[in-house]
């Protein structure tokens, strides 16, 4: 099973569909689509999270180099 944290998400129905069709045109699942958005949206406004443990130990061996 995945280790993603799940939520509940209300959605206004046409911003749900906006992103069913970009999803679509992009070849990705609906919350593939949110998720990639939501990355999008937090690396531009200086917020990224890491995307997992690669990104931490990648970090922790710059730190040490």
């Known amino acids: 099973m995945s280790d993603k944290k ?12 906006a992103l069913e069709k970009w999803a679509a045109d992009d070849l990705r699942s609906v919350n593939a689509q949110i998720e990639f958005v939501l990355k999008e ?23 040490d180099g």
């Open 6 to 17: 799940r939520f509940l998400l209300r959605i206004d129905p046409a911003v749900y569909a």
């Open 41 to 63: 949206a937090l690396a531009r406004a200086g917020r990224r999270a890491p995307d997992g443990p690669s990104d931490a130990a990648s970090r922790e061996e710059a730190d």
